[in-house]
Each structure stands twice: as C-alpha cells, then as structure tokens.
C-alpha cells in the first residue's frame, strides 16, 4: 500500500495545483471582461443619447446602434461559453495527463 | 479508516467525478490559423468600407457586394467545421442583414444612400468589438500544438 498511498497524496497535490492554476487564471478574465463590457455599454448609451439629442444622428441610427449593442452581447455570450467549454476540455485532457504522468512516476 | 478502504472511496469518487466531467465536456473545435486571419482581414475590409458609407452606396455597391460575399464565405468556413457552432452563430448574427451589426449596416446603407459621420463612427466601434468575439473565441481554442503536446 506503500507505493499507493504515495501515488494518492502525489495525485492529490498535483490536482490541486492544476485546478487553482487553470480556474484562477480563466475566472479573473471572465471578471475583467464582464466588468470592462459594463463599463462600455453605459459609456455608449450616455454618449449616443447626447447626439441623438443634439440631432447628430437620426433616430433611426440611434435605435440600430442600441439594437447593435444587443447582438454585441450575444456574441460576447457565445465567445466566453466558448472559451468555457475550451477551458474545460483542456481541465479534462491537464487530469488525464496528470493521472497518467503520476501513476507512471509514483507506481512503475 | 484504513488506508485500503480510504483508497477505495478515492477512486470510486475520483472516477465518478472523471466520468461526469467527461460527459459534461461538450468538444469544441481546435484553432484555425485560416479562420483568425480571416476574421481580422474581414474585419479591416469592413471597418475600411464603413467609412466610406458617408457617401452614395451606389459609388461603393461593387466593393460592398464583394465584402458580403466574403463575410457570407468566412460563415459557411465557420459552420462547415465540426464542434464549431458556437462560431457559425457569431457569424450568422454578425452578416444577418435583418440584424444590427455588419449585414444590417450594408442594408440600410443601400436603403437610405447615406449615413451621419457620428452614426458612422459609432457603429465601427460596435462592429469592431463584434469582429473581436469572434477574433477572442478563435484565439482562444485549443492549438494543434497543444492537442500534439497532450
């Protein structure tokens, strides 16, 4: 059981370190986008209904603009479900590798 | 506890949660170095021919039907692609002239001839930050390399 145990607690601190790394990195984007868009999208409106106001654009212009800034964040959305499912694939191929390469060194 | 029984549960645990992540783990397309380059190119093409949307679309209607062609190609590349809907979308909402990014743009160009300079402005700025999701979800995939490495 020796050996085993050794390849449990290798195992474990290598999964632990592969998990903070890969979700520490990935949440801190997804923070840092969402945030950023946020700003984006108030700054926009305020200036936009400013020259809207002003007649520096039509309404028509003014309502593709808004309707713009909609199908924006759709494909933002798709974008970080995107990145998500990337992330999670490569978490899924990193254990793999992790099992393999701590069985090979601990047991064999 | 002993270390046999503790060992056990680890496993039957470990596989289970191996087991849902596997399950749970939609594939996604890997990296297109085609796919990228053309994004960013069809990204200055239509950046470059929105400027000009000041003027009559009439004078530019040959470079706006090359550009939609373009864009309509990039969509059939993106949607050809196995595990690669989630781009195929992008690029549907992105050239769908009954929406409101570049193929609703060209539209009202050619129906109303011209458009304000601040209209036009703004909307680059839109359809530009449109261009680089697609631009970020490619960049993002996973690189031959890396499946290579693995």
Sequence with gaps: ??????????????????????????????????????????????????????????KEEFEFLVKGKKDLLEMEALKQLGLARTELNKLRNAIVDTITGTAVKVLL | MTGKNFFYKFCLSFLLFTVILFQTCTPVASYSETAYTQAIRLKLESLELMSKATE??????????????????AYEYAKGKPNNELTAKQWEIMINPDRNLIGG????????????PVFVSEAQGVIGDAFDTIIGLESGKIKPSQLEEQ
């Excluded at chain 1, 050996?3 to 903070?20: I, M, N, R, V, Y």
């Excluded at chain 1, 923070?31 to 520096?56: C, M, N, P």
């Design chain 2, 105 to 116: 743009f060209l539209r009202i160009w050619k129906e109303d001839l011209t458009l304000t």
């Design chain 2, 56 to 73: 009559g679309y009439s004078n530019h209607s040959g470079k706006a039907d090359t550009l939609k062609r373009e864009l309509r190609f």
């Design chain 1, 1 to 58: 059981m020796a050996d085993f145990d050794a390849f449990l607690e290798q195992l474990k601190t290598s999964l632990k370190g592969l998990a903070q790394n890969s979700f520490k990195k990935y949440s801190q984007q997804i923070l840092h986008d969402g945030t950023e868009f946020a700003k984006k999208l108030e700054d926009d409106l305020q200036r936009w209904s400013v020259e809207y106001s002003i007649h520096e654009m039509t």
